[in-house]
């Protein structure tokens, strides 16, 4: 049996939405799920047992940055990625494809793989699907993501068949090499693009392997909402019912509806993290951005439906004070906020689930939160 | 009967060492006692629930920080300063004075006080003795420090002369201005440079006034260690002994442990939480420099003998990672260790006076810790 698997709890019956279970080595999660990021091995700004007493199941780390700092022999010498970073639930990798291929012209792909140049000293090195499996199976992390190509927005019909056949090739280099089925789960990407046929296609493909897990890769490129929506109606249908669907990279609150209502089981985003410390709050009114002058004298809380530790005990003009004077509580303080917010949602949305109202519940939320 | 009192303990019979207690409003604070600063109503990377789950008793916070970002009457509206940065201990405030001086050609002195440009944006203000107390009666701190001028080294005698006479003078004028003598003490600073009979004079003038608590201002401001010892010597012996002694911006070891030696109660300073994010810990073998390569495998803790957050879970390799990728958990680790330390430090101290081993406990740490 493969070291992760998924468990159906509840089907909602109004929509695709389900209500799951993915088992890992490291605990179970509830799904849907968003999985925080901790790109560096730490979510950004937070202690791990901040993130872990919010409600976060599953984090996901990433290979590229990890590869080339600290490296990933020296996470293996640590005793791999939970022990070095102190996490010991579930953690998803990625497979470094994704921030290769965003190196634009410091970038060469090959049927062998990707040659690049490191972000940080520009030194030459090359990413193939056995290297990123030899990185992921050296961080130890429970699910691995395949090495695949992400098709920008727009491609050309002919760059996206190509693209989404070497990502089947790559896919198969990669489940040869995973040298832990046992206790690391590879999961495939589905590539394609906007196109119905290529999609389906590579999910046909993908699928053939019999993998414990799918991601559907290559949307929130910069294609239009209403596409974006369309594509994943029919990619969730191609995939099978008995193993997660994870939609990679989205995490604001309408994708996270949007892709549930749909069927996906897994998100993930930088998004919290990173608006947080730009100073921007999600919350059940919409979004706050925290340096605006309307907050000099506010003294309520960033969210007056929120319990998290920011929201119990920080007025607005605090928070404000503190980003005005480039202060660290202040990533730290709307980073916990805006990840227990997504989790929390993420928590309401599976009660939702359970008591069939999740369409309801999306209709009061969006009500809500006006403008995304 | 003033807010804040001192009760003495028992004194260590082989130096000036003491234990005792002093009382606040927020609590009591067993002393000798270290400090941690909170500049901007936070201490650096810290959440105040990190900062009393290591044992911190009190922190200090700036009036010149605060006066021009947020604005001393947003902190009064936002219910003071305990409040707006949620800290239910007792607080510190120093007077500005230090800060204002310290702007250089930024400022004019004049009998009146001080006429100075804001470092953030240049815009003018003018800090005096009334005008630092109604800023500190609007933070609400539990005890507020006297509007001073603190002299260069080296200075000629002279000028400490004027300088110390005028902050008798500004010093009742403190005193005149604090309209909340029932909850928050003024503390008077002595000054006089490194001449004897000018220290005598100020502690003369200042006692006079009998004031809840006296400061020792003006010393680790350039002068070599031992000439930093001998003034402290007799500078102490002028100060009463039923009230407490708080020496000024002091936080490395050798400081606190010379200080302590010397009947100091109370001490703060940057020291721990600047170099923390500058990548430096204190640690009972001496400093640790993360970043150096030496730690690139070294997969033990920090400090062998600590038991903070950071040591109890993370490696050296892990912190020097963390530091190399700029992350802010660097900051927030190395800054939870090295308050840790110092507080911890100051108990061991209280302990060893208690037991009237306190020479003994400095020797011991001395041989362990190395160069300071």
Chains 1, 2 share one sequence.
Not at 12 to 22: C, E, F, I, N
Not at 154 to 179: F, H, I, M
Request: glycine residues 8%; contains cysteine.
């Amino acid at each position: 049996m493969a070291a992760v698997t998924y468990e159906l709890i509840k089907k909602d019956s109004k929509s695709k939405a389900r209500r799951g279970r993915v088992h890992t080595p490291h605990g179970s999660i509830e799904t849907p799920v968003f999985m925080p990021v901790g790109t560096a091995a730490t979510v950004k700004a937070m202690r791990p047992d901040e993130v872990k007493e919010m409600g976060a199941q599953i984090i996901l780390s990433n290979t590229y940055h990890l590869y080339l700092r600290p490296g990933h022999e020296i996470v293996r010498e640590a005793g791999g990625l939970h022990k070095f970073m102190n996490w010991d639930r579930a953690i998803l990798t990625d497979s470094g494809g994704f921030q290769v291929f965003s190196l634009g012209d410091l970038r060469k792909i090959t049927e062998e793989g990707v040659e690049f140049r490191s972000h940080i000293d520009g030194s030459k090195h090359m990413l193939s699907p056995e290297k990123s499996i030899e990185v992921q199976n050296a961080l130890g992390s429970d699910i691995i993501m395949a090495f695949d190509e992400c098709a920008p927005y727009p491609a050309d019909r002919g760059y996206v068949k190509n693209s989404l056949e070497r990502t089947t090739r790559w896919l198969k280099r990669c489940k040869e090499a995973n040298k832990n089925e046992d206790f690391q789960s590879l999961f495939g990407i589905m590539q394609g693009g906007m196109y119905q046929d290529l999609r389906y296609q590579s999910a046909m493909e993908i699928v053939d392997l019999d993998l414990p897990g799918y991601a559907i890769g290559g949307l929130s490129v910069g294609e239009p909402k209403d596409i974006m929506y369309e594509v994943l109606d029919y990619c969730v249908d191609y995939l099978p019912a008995d193993k997660p669907r994870y939609l990679m990279g989205v995490g604001s609150p309408d994708y996270l509806f949007e892709g549930v209502e749909r069927g996906v089981d897994m998100f993930d985003c930088v998004l919290p993290t990173r608006i947080a410390r730009n100073g921007t709050a999600m919350t059940s009114r919409g979004r706050v951005v925290i340096k605006n002058a309307a907050h000099e004298r506010d003294f309520t809380a960033l969210d007056p439906e929120c319990d998290c530790y920011t929201c119990r005990n920080y007025s607005k003009a605090y928070l404000r004070h503190l980003f005005k004077s480039n202060e660290i509580l202040s990533s730290m303080l709307l980073t916990n906020h805006n990840l227990h917010f997504l989790i929390n949602l993420m928590s309401n949305m599976r009660k939702a689930i359970e008591e069939d109202r999740f369409l309801e519940f999306k209709r009061e939320f969006y009500n809500k939160y006006g403008k995304f």
